[in-house]
């Protein structure tokens, strides 16, 4: 059974940092692209950013590049988020989810953890 468990959501003030994980368990960890998604209460969900299986190819979104950065640890089936210069905006459920490399879209999510940022 594949499981994602984020952790580290919080609250934090505009202009501070805050740095989230998302354990994995029941998969080939190295074998999967990781990514983060946030969704915040009205909105849709938002791509904020991805990870290859090897670590070496990242991609992120516009509204966080320069202030996010996500990072892995394929000997702890982990993947990261740093976020730093946090804004209100950054307020939302961050989500991790996996997708097999070679294929395109994400194939496991996890639960969710709350981020928010006043201002």
């Known amino acids: 059974q594949v499981q994602l468990v984020e952790s580290g959501g919080g609250l934090v003030q505009a202009g501070g940092s805050l740095g989230l994980s998302c354990a994995a368990s029941?998969?080939?960890?190295?074998?999967?692209?990781l990514g983060w998604f946030r969704q915040a209460p009205g909105k849709e969900r938002q791509f904020v950013g991805r990870i290859s299986g090897s670590g070496g190819v990242r991609y992120y979104a516009d509204a966080v590049k320069g202030r996010f950065s996500i990072s892995r640890d394929n000997a702890k089936n982990t993947v990261y988020l740093q976020m730093n210069s946090l804004k209100p905006e950054d307020t939302a459920v961050y989500y991790c989810?996996?997708?097999?490399?070679?294929?395109?879209?994400?194939?496991?999510w996890g639960q969710g953890t709350q981020v928010t940022v006043s201002s």
């Open positions: 029941g998969l080939p960890f190295s074998m999967y692209f």
């Open positions: 989810a996996a997708g097999r490399t070679g294929k395109s879209e994400f194939d496991y």
